[in-house]
């Protein structure tokens, strides 16, 4: 034990000018500026390592995000580090379960992101001082390790503990021959960058055509804003990629039931692979109901849904054929490791939501992690890739062939370059000074 | 039209020290300090009305609710006043919809309640410029009015805009008779304040007794923590109350599914009238496989409810008896106007949650509105009530013989005293500079 503690956590608020270029449009978010409530968990170690972590928004009340995360240096400043380390289970009920702080969700929203971002910086700063990547970190510890940084309450009617080991236990032979998979050959991803809804349909196709000659076999459609326009986007699409080149459309909760059986209906033709975010992310009952009407198009679900509560349900109403999880969206690695793990019990393949800034840096740590220590394979298994942004990480994610490569270096990706902080914080870094063209005030 | 506009919102940060003598403790929420985040509608209008309303809180946190109200200022100063007041469904959307603020729910957490501070304090300065109380300002709206309030997205396959309008217009013959009948009896009341957790069996005693002198015929009790002392507790109840007296039994999201059923199984012999939040607010199927397993107890939820989504599939999955709102969880007046709309559909009778700092006094005019304009009866219907912090309201609520009296002052009883502010604003109130306890630092 070194004695040392957690002394601060450092905010910033960034955000990156990326609705200029239609960059990221979609039926639902139109303009959006992809930003950072960043946070840095500041320690007296003589290690002079820093946990890096952050949630993600998309511009106005990146603000309130970033508040929210300050509010969380009370619970975590003068915290004895080895120890928190050694628990973060612990920490995460500490964060989780203050019943103050529990009245602003619960377990959702605002707070709720903010106490993902601290989490996440902490399993960042536990990866470094363990010089291993944060996917190596997770598939290496003990089942019983693994059960213990997951919080059961909410969910022992669909998953007790006693499963959940059952799960890690049936997947640790053969974890060191994925884990050397997963080092040759990297992960599976798909490409959304050809599919946002604000580019021509030249530009898509262009996109489309150059994401199947670097590898991908699964691309992504905006849809959800003009049927008629759907429809043509998809021909597109499909003239540009053939018939075995797997198209997902996403519909960025624009539709009510019953519009959505019709509009999925009417693009089936074009044989779309998912259809992601049919409606409310809080209507399990309302992607059951799609997903019987729609079949055999498949239902994708989870960038948007607050926790694993809502995910049990969506898995124990049959309601979804992937899920979806984001790794800044939910309290941080703890619970997406609950959500994995519900997963595989249900037997659903986990298609991770990424994009945004720095959501695949992330993510893609808790698919490998997924691969090597809890589902065991990559059967229909693709996260989400998109091109945007990655220049501004200090260990950006690579692409290969349409694939993840393993990350090597240690921490959790999440550590921004020391230049985008003077270029991107808002309002006064010198990116926002000199154009002041008011795009998220 | 007089041309007047929006000018500000300012807020405040409110706290009562309510955790010193355990007032409000239950299962979850072992030590509150009732708080508003306070925001006030300013405009430069000849008549010197403000709109108040607030976002109620536990205690840690307030800061960060109240800065996401301030964050909502841009989309609201500026607005030609007249044209906004008219139209308080467009500015309900204007604020839920926002492509951006939306990323941070969506519709539900800190923005959402931050969104419906700002939304019901427009509310009460329409009320307040029609000189009227806000629950009649809404009574006498026209049945297409009503409707105009109301977002259906998501809500379509339960309930559309034309099934709205049947349920307010047949609700329209009697209005002025429910009207007149709430003047002169009020609604009808529980009583809460008996059966906190942290009270003694003699102070619970007193207060039942107290309670049913006063004229409820309906008292709740707290439970979850140790089922040993619930059925203690509900004895002393029982034994304090007689058996004409309704008993509901509370337990603030304590238990998971079979937690829940074991425990309210073994409350039953005490007759409880409704078994109130016995899971997670998110738990729709976890309600529904709990209502199923304890009947005859009725199932009660709602305060944590994030939106009309929820509640929406609270409804269709036949998960409650009893619905209850909470005047300042969702996004204000309309969303609730919503909520009411669809326990109507379903013939579900909603109960509000109140208590805490104000909620009794925005509550109350709601379930009025419901009464003369909605669902058209008092059958099952009372409105939680508890006995705090009424003084700090220039218009607090008057209960007669377990009756709520029905507002006259105009407005929504939102407003605070003057002095409320010198003595509760946190850090620097009065209040909080003469202890300093760190209660909820």
Chains 1, 2 share one sequence.
Request: hydrophobic letters at 45%; proline letters at 5%.
């Amino acid at each position: 034990m070194t004695g040392a503690r957690v002394v601060a956590l450092d905010t910033d608020d960034l955000r990156f000018p990326t609705s200029r270029q239609l960059d990221g449009s979609d039926a639902m978010n139109v303009d959006p500026d992809y930003s950072a409530a960043y946070v840095v968990v500041r320690t007296d170690a003589d290690d002079g390592l820093e946990g890096h972590g952050f949630a993600f928004t998309i511009g106005r009340g990146n603000d309130v995000q970033t508040a929210a995360i300050r509010a969380l240096e009370p619970f975590v400043a003068g915290l004895d580090l080895d120890r928190t380390l050694a628990d973060l289970g612990g920490l995460w009920r500490h964060l989780v379960h203050d019943s103050q702080l529990r009245w602003l969700g619960p377990e959702k929203g605002v707070m709720h992101m903010a106490i993902g971002a601290v989490v996440n910086a902490f399993w960042d700063l536990k990866a470094k001082r363990a010089g291993k990547p944060l996917w190596q970190l997770l598939s290496e510890m003990r089942p019983e390790e693994i059960v213990d940084l997951v919080d059961f309450r909410y969910l022992s009617d669909a998953l007790t503990p006693t499963e959940a080991l059952g799960i890690l236990r049936a997947a640790e032979p053969g974890r060191a021959e994925r884990a050397r998979h997963l080092r040759v050959d990297g992960y599976p991803a798909y490409a959304t960058s050809p599919g946002w809804l604000g580019y021509s349909d030249e530009k898509l196709a262009t996109l489309a055509r150059e994401a199947v000659a670097n590898g991908f076999d699964q691309i992504k459609l905006k849809v959800g804003a003009d049927l008629g326009d759907d429809i043509r986007r998809l021909q597109v699409a499909r003239r540009t990629v053939g018939s075995d080149v797997r198209v997902a459309i996403d519909a960025n909760q624009r539709w009510d039931v019953a519009e959505a059986v019709g509009w999925i209906n009417a693009l089936a033709p074009y044989d779309p692979w998912w259809v992601e975010e049919p409606t409310s992310p809080d209507d399990v009952l309302g992607h059951a109901a799609i997903r019987e009407a729609v079949q055999p198009v498949k239902v994708a679900t989870g960038e948007h849904v607050s926790n694993r509560v809502v995910f049990k349900q969506l898995l124990q109403a049959r309601a979804i054929d992937f899920l979806q999880i984001d790794a800044a969206r939910v309290a941080g690695v703890n619970e997406n490791v609950a959500i994995l793990l519900l997963a595989a019990k249900f037997g659903v393949p986990v298609c991770p939501h990424a994009g945004g800034v720095g959501l695949c840096e992330l993510v893609q740590h808790l698919s490998m992690f997924d691969y090597v220590a809890v589902s065991a394979t990559l059967q229909d298994r693709v996260i989400e890739y998109v091109d945007h942004l990655h220049e501004h990480f200090q260990d950006p994610v690579e692409i290969r062939s349409g694939r993840y490569l393993a990350p090597s270096a240690p921490g959790s990706s999440a550590q921004m370059c020391p230049e985008t902080f003077a270029l991107f914080r808002f309002p006064h870094g010198r990116e926002w000074q000199a154009t002041a063209d008011g795009a998220t005030t």
